[in-house]
């Protein structure tokens, strides 16, 4: 049961309070002016990132101020290392334990199509 | 009975208060202070169970909660009913007036069990012999093998009467909890609590002391109780520590949240108990900052040949029961040790007078409880092993010799050595359950042959201290509860008074154990001939049990517990896991840090199911949210549905209804006069703002920057991946004012979904939301009748078809409420929807169920709904779409507003894959026979592959399912929808085919006043509705 804390009502709340919005920072494809072939915006919408280790992601908090906002997590020992707002540059980086690439490159991640 | 094997003085009993109890009928008494183990034993009894596979004879082993054997069913109060509880541990249970306990698992009864004769076929049922058994045919396996394991298997009998005790839920916050109040415990609370930290001390025994208890020592030149004494004293008088006991802290989540079980009254005599005003248990969610770890240690087993005889106990259970609870565990006998610790309690037997022998399998025993033992003139038997234990349901005699240098193999003369107990001790292993529940590892200290905690986990951190942090000196453990309160508060940032230092009495101590590691007693033959080596007694597995699973193949610890059901009982392995990885490591070749520990997970014990629902249990168990109406429709009969959290009225059948008639009736009004419908549970959402229209343009897939104030429209939703979420209808308010509607389970997602676009993607539109879902109670008219109705009590609207248009919405006064009327229609019929102020809900309901009543205004519920709006073929969000179905694949591509800039989901949908014809696609579907009801959820597949005259050889490619079926009176005969792939072109491909919108009930949409013909009304496949296609507008 994590205590989060939201930064706009600035208060540790109990994780009930919240939903989990997915990965965070994921601009939408159509920012950087390119055309997106099928394939790749399918990898967009349905591909994430899946840290283990820091993680940047999305949180509301849902039974409270409805607010989304961005949380860096460790996905390994659900301690939250930092939340911030909407917008806010995160306060700490990503970090993979085993030393992974970060980047998420969506038009060369691998799975099924 | 009398008591005969109870001392004359001594333990911490209380001798003026004598208790009766009865187990398996007869009856027994005992003392305050006592455990249902204990008074078994003062009273000589050691046969208390059978065990779970073989149904062998079972004594208790221990003196405390990991006890594996002594499982009783026992009632907890007076009252006659629902008070029974099995599987209690005698070990754990206080002794009452009036308790009247049972054994487990025996058949016709303990002396006596049939079940016994699964020992002599114990080379039958192996290890995996569960999994095994499944390999005969399924008839075999569901006729005989089955019956026969549920029979023989299992423990208590559970009961089947609710439990009539109350329980009760506890918040509790604390800056450090402390886990038990043993020396360790009770030193770091006592530091910690002159810090001024709020502190929460658990304790799950029934008063504080822990292993001092047994072995009242001297510290700081005082005897133990009054040590111990002076710190509760403490304890108490500071306002920030709250002692907790008979608690048992069960489980470690996320960031420090804590479970503790509180037994309240469970130690009253059965009378009190039923008379007792307070809760049964308490369940604690304890959120920490810090957790201090003081649970101690369990000593484990040796491991020999019949080592599961009753008499054949723990050293530290013997010791325990002498010095807590002043009993001998018999009058001779003989404890097998492989550790300086365990000796200290064959010295107490001898001081209690009883005869016994000592064998150590260490080759040396030089430490100053060996040199007591000596000069007290105990036979002291080194290098020694216990070949086997002789007896039937009670230890009568101990074989042992003399071992070969490395413990291998007996080298020399084996003797008999007559005893009625055995103690014995492989040294001991520190309770890291809860640090393990942290997420935290454990690392291998090969002095002491035991895990000890590792590096604590980030997020959820403890501090171990004294016996479960492996250090078993007594002096040892006293500073570590002192160092680790300290470390907990300068976590905190706190100052501590100066510690008061104390010291115990070193001698009775020596804390180092110095330990032979032997985990398999060598034997004259091997493990899997003569007498079993036992090593889970709860789940009767032995080691050559182990040996088999190695020897199939298995290597994963995690894998050989599944196979064999190692440590997967009650008990979870508390006592039988180590020494299964001792004999796994012999086995395999590895050693133990390298097979690793299985998972520990909470509870730490078994807990009660009652204690953890608390208050909550029944109709307390979830949030109902009930309409303005409710009342009425439960004082009507209604039945009601669960929609999410709402109750929705489902039919209101009358006397001598069944479902069936109260539905067909319900809908035969709406189509004939008029239906009243509570709609109040639908979502709606205001969306307010300059820019509302250009937001709900966003989110829709349709257009709405010109629909006019006063008008409504249908909505499709999409998600970004062009599937359909969510559809309603939206009206115009004003310029800058929306009213969506949702459907009534998706209300809160749908709101979450707007408000996260709003704030993430399109912060520069200027648009509010807020959900007024339970601020308007909804009543429908639907029916030729409704506007007849509705005029008799609204006359400051004209509410003629030509001023008052399909799809528009008006202010009006109703049964003079001030109201909003929207002329919405879910089935297809003439439709009012009357929106009030929810206070307003249950008069304007009341208004109009008395004026209709001369147009026979009939109330329906969701099922005459889902029936009248699948006659139109309408879906249902979530059941007939399925977050895989997109607007193509319902044959409602009108819906996307081709020329729009964007819409969330636009991008998906232009993906070739979105628009393949053979996607599964929404379709009408009719049966051969009329009177057929497809059940909804059915596989729909190719009359080609599965023809009915003969039994399909192979899996038959499925081609979609029923998602919506009924009998349908409009019709007079049963409708379906559902998706098959391709279904909108093929119109052949499946068994009964019918497209929706060309057999719908009245697809022209005359009935529900839209004017303008449906563009597919061609070829109406059901000629049956055409003729009812008249306009009743």
Redesign the interface.
């Known amino acids: 049961?994590?205590?989060i804390r939201c930064p706009y009502c600035e208060q540790e709340r109990p994780?009930v309070e919240f939903?989990f919005?997915h990965q965070a920072h994921k601009p939408?494809p159509?920012a950087a002016g390119e055309p997106l072939d099928?394939h790749n915006?399918?990898r967009w919408?349905?591909y994430q990132k899946n840290i283990k280790g820091v993680a940047h992601e999305?949180w509301?908090h849902?039974a409270g101020c409805?607010?989304?906002f961005n949380a860096a997590r460790?996905t390994v020992?659900?301690?939250?290392v930092a939340t911030y707002k909407?917008?806010e540059t995160p306060p700490v980086p990503e970090s993979r334990i085993e030393g992974e690439d970060l980047s998420f490159d969506y038009e060369n991640a691998e799975g099924g199509a | 009975m009398s008591q005969d094997f109870r001392l004359p003085a001594g333990g911490r009993i209380d001798r003026s208060e004598r208790l009766n109890f009865t187990f398996d009928g007869q009856t027994f008494t005992g003392y305050r202070g006592d455990t249902v183990a204990s008074a078994l034993l003062a009273n000589g009894v050691h046969l208390v169970g059978r065990s779970f596979k073989y149904h062998r004879p079972r004594g208790i082993v221990t003196a405390g909660v990991e006890e594996p054997n002594a499982l009783i069913d026992c009632n907890i109060t007076a009252q006659e009913k629902g008070t029974r509880e099995a599987n209690n541990r005698a070990t754990f249970t206080e002794l009452r007036h009036g308790l009247t306990t049972k054994s487990v698992n025996a058949f016709p009864n303990l002396n006596f069990d049939i079940g016994e004769i699964n020992s002599l076929m114990a080379r039958f049922i192996p290890a995996g012999f569960y999994y095994k058994s499944l390999l005969v045919s399924t008839g075999m396996w569901h006729r005989v093998v089955e019956p026969v394991i549920r029979r023989a298997a299992g423990l208590g009998v559970t009961d089947e009467v609710a439990d009539v005790s109350r329980y009760d839920g506890h918040y509790l916050h604390a800056d450090i909890v402390i886990v038990g109040a043993g020396p360790t415990g009770l030193q770091a609370a006592r530091v910690a609590a002159k810090s001024g930290a709020r502190v929460v001390l658990v304790e799950q025994d029934t008063e504080c002391g822990g292993s001092l208890l047994r072995d009242p020592v001297e510290i700081d030149g005082m005897d133990a109780d009054l040590w111990v004494a002076t710190v509760e004293a403490e304890l108490a008088a500071a306002p920030n520590v709250r002692v907790l006991t008979r608690t048992t802290l069960s489980g470690i989540?996320?960031?420090n949240?804590l479970t503790a079980l509180e037994r309240v009254t469970d130690h009253l005599d059965v009378q009190d108990a039923a008379d007792d005003h307070r809760p049964r248990m308490r369940w604690h969610r304890v959120?920490a900052k810090q957790v201090v770890l003081a649970t101690g240690s369990f000593e484990r087993p040796l491991v020999f040949r019949n080592n599961d005889l009753p008499g054949i106990m723990f050293a530290g259970a013997v010791e325990t029961y002498l010095q807590r609870y002043g009993v001998k565990t018999g009058n001779t006998g003989l404890f097998l040790v492989n550790n300086d610790m365990a000796l200290s309690a064959a010295i107490k037997a001898k001081d209690a007078g009883i005869d016994v022998t000592v064998v150590d399998v260490r080759s040396e025993s030089t430490g100053p409880n060996t040199e007591r033992l000596m000069a007290m003139g105990v036979p002291f038997l080194t290098n020694h092993t216990l070949v086997e234990a002789k007896g039937g349901k009670r230890v009568k005699a101990a074989v042992v010799a003399p071992m070969n240098g490395d413990g291998t193999a007996i080298s020399g003369e084996m003797r008999t050595i007559e005893c009625d107990f055995i103690g014995s001790s492989s040294g001991y292993n520190p309770i890291v359950h809860l640090h393990c529940q942290s997420?935290a590892k454990l690392d291998f200290d090969p002095t002491t042959a035991c895990f000890v905690p590792g590096a604590p986990?980030?997020?959820?951190p403890t501090i171990s201290a004294g016996g479960c942090k492996g250090l078993f000196s007594l002096n040892d453990a006293l500073a570590s509860g002192a160092s680790a309160a300290q470390e907990a508060m300068d976590a905190l940032g706190l100052q501590a008074a100066e510690a008061t230092v104390v010291s115990a009495s070193e001698e009775a101590h020596p804390g180092s154990l110095h330990i032979r590691h032997l985990w398999l007693l060598p034997t004259d033959k091997p493990t899997s001939k003569g007498g079993k080596f036992w090593v889970d007694f709860q789940n009767d597995v032995t080691a050559a049990d182990l040996q088999l699973a190695v020897r199939e193949n298995f290597r994963s610890v995690e894998h050989i517990k599944r196979y064999t059901t190692l440590g997967m009982a009650t008990d979870q392995g508390k006592t039988s896991n180590i020494n299964a990885l001792g004999i796994l490591s012999d086995v395999l070749g590895v050693t133990i840090p390298d097979i690793g520990t299985t998972t520990f997970r909470p509870p730490y014990t078994p807990t009660t199911f009652g204690a953890i629902a608390g208050r909550e249990p029944g109709d307390f168990l979830d949030v109902a949210r009930v309409t303005p109406m409710h009342d009425w429709h439960a004082e009507h009969g209604a039945l009601f549905e669960d929609v999410g959290q709402w109750k929705r009225a489902w039919y209101y059948p009358k006397a001598g209804e069944n479902m069936h008639a109260a539905v067909d009736r319900e809908c035969r009004a709406v189509r004939e006069s008029v239906g009243i419908l509570d709609a109040s549970t639908l979502g709606k959402i205001i969306v307010k703002g300059p820019d509302a229209a250009e937001f709900l343009n966003r989110v829709y897939t349709n257009k709405w920057m010109k629909l006019g104030v006063g008008r409504c429209r249908y909505g499709l939703m999409l998600g970004?991946?062009g599937m359909i979420m969510d559809d309603g209808v939206s009206s115009r308010v004003a310029e800058d004012e929306f009213l969506m509607t949702t459907t009534t389970g998706g209300a809160?997602n749908v709101?979450?979904h707007l408000?996260?676009y709003l704030?993430?993607?399109w912060?520069d539109l200027k648009v509010y939301l807020t959900s007024v879902t339970e601020q308007w109670a909804v009543a429908s008219l639907n029916g030729p009748k409704a506007r007849a109705l509705l005029s008799e009590l609204c006359d400051d609207v004209d509410l003629s078809p030509e001023s008052f248009k399909f799809m528009e919405w008006k202010e009006a006064t109703v049964a003079g409420i001030p109201a909003r009327i929207f002329r919405i229609s879910f089935t297809g019929d003439l439709a009012f929807e009357i929106n009030v102020p929810a206070d307003k809900g249950m008069a304007l309901w009341t208004a109009l169920m008395t004026a209709g009543a001369k147009y026979g205004i009939t109330p329906y519920g969701t099922e005459a709904m889902h029936v009248l709006r699948a006659e139109k073929g309408f879906i249902i969000v979530g059941q007939d779409t399925d977050g895989s179905l997109n607007p193509h694949d319902m044959d409602m591509s009108w819906i996307i507003g081709k020329d729009k800039d964007d819409f969330i989901g636009k991008?998906?949908l232009?993906?070739?894959?979105m628009s393949d014809p053979m996607r599964k696609q929404y379709v009408g579907i009719l049966t051969d026979d009329p009177k057929e009801v497809l059940p909804e959820g059915a596989q729909l597949v190719n009359v080609a592959d599965a023809p009915a005259s003969a039994a399909p050889k192979s899996p038959v490619p499925m081609q979609g399912h029923v998602s919506s079926s009924y009998w349908s009176s409009a019709a007079g005969r049963s409708i379906a929808l559902g998706i098959v792939k391709g279904g909108i072109a093929a119109g052949t491909r499946v068994v009964v085919l019918l497209v929706v919108g060309c057999g719908a009930f009245d697809c022209a949409g005359y009935r529900q006043g839209r004017y303008r013909a449906e563009r597919r009304n061609a070829d109406c496949a059901y000629a049956g509705w055409s003729e009812r296609q008249s306009n009743p507008h």
Do not use: C, P
Not at chain 2, 457 to 460: L, N, R, V
Not at chain 2, 910 to 913: E, L, N
């Open positions: 049961m994590l205590l994780e939903s919005a939408r159509e099928d915006w399918a919408v349905y999305r509301n849902a409805r607010k989304f460790d020992s659900s301690e939250i909407s917008g | 989540f996320d960031h949240m959120r997420g986990m980030g997020a959820t970004e991946d809160a709101l979450s408000e996260d704030q993430t993607e912060t991008r998906s232009t993906r070739k894959d």
